[in-house]
């Protein structure tokens, strides 16, 4: 299995659709991010999840909401999203030191959302 | 806060050199990390550089200038797997040990 899968791959929703993005890794981190991925803009992070507690959360609006039941798998709840949060959605994981993380991240391949 | 800047887009020929550079402000500097990221995929680690000076993997190189605040990636020997967009981030201890991105460089190779 490769380290970082994301499903579903693609997503298309309403506005007022509820859905779900999917990650888990295979790669025994203790850190798990959500990101967030628009054309010719740099990575915005969203959430941080170090040993399964939130450690960051980027001025992301309430209608994103991590969760993260365990240190392989985290979740973003999406409700009543808007046309401007269309983009990819890459989750990743790293490997936390004294409450720093390595560096080095490990990317799924995303999540392509579209909110019509 | 901090911004780190790399050129939109770059083109290059087959079998040539080509150098993408990315420039970053000094204050609280803590390393800097190259990833490439082909269309549709996984962004994946090239290289981590902390101390000055030029570090070799294969066909590419990264190097680092911590008073100048700039950083380059080479590639040699451009194959054409090599296009993709090649993404420059760094650390800062007054992000909190956030990664701060630049927007990405996008590659070109032409046969």
């Known amino acids: 299995e490769t380290g970082v899968t994301q499903t579903p791959r693609h997503l298309v929703m309403g506005m007022t659709n509820k859905k779900s993005l999917k990650c888990e890794q295979h790669?025994?981190?203790?850190?798990m991010y959500w990101y967030k991925q628009s054309a010719k803009k740099p990575l915005e992070l969203m959430f941080v999840y170090s040993l399964e507690e939130r450690v960051e959360n980027n001025s992301v609006p309430s209608r994103f909401s991590p969760e993260c039941p365990n240190s392989s798998h985290l979740f973003l709840h999406l409700h009543t999203l808007q046309p401007e949060d269309s983009a990819l959605y890459l989750c990743?994981?790293?490997?936390?030191?004294?409450?720093?993380?390595?560096?080095?991240?490990?990317f799924g391949e995303g999540s392509r959302l579209t909110v019509l | 806060g901090q911004n780190i800047d790399q050129p939109t887009e770059m083109t290059a020929t087959e079998g040539a050199i080509v150098q993408i550079n990315c420039t970053y402000q000094t204050s609280g500097f803590n390393g800097l990390f190259w990833y490439q990221q082909h269309a549709g995929e996984a962004p994946t680690f090239l290289s981590y550089?902390?101390l000055d000076g030029l570090e070799e993997k294969g066909r590419f190189s990264s190097f680092l200038s911590r008073s100048k605040g700039y950083s380059y990636l080479l590639l040699k020997e451009l194959q054409m797997k090599d296009s993709a967009s090649y993404l420059c981030a760094a650390y800062f201890m007054d992000s909190n040990y956030q990664l701060i991105w630049g927007a990405g460089t996008k590659l070109i190779i032409k046969p």
């Open positions: 790669l025994g981190h203790n850190a």
């Open positions: 990743a994981s790293s490997q936390e030191y004294g409450g720093h993380s390595t560096g080095e991240l490990f």
């Open positions: 550089n902390v």
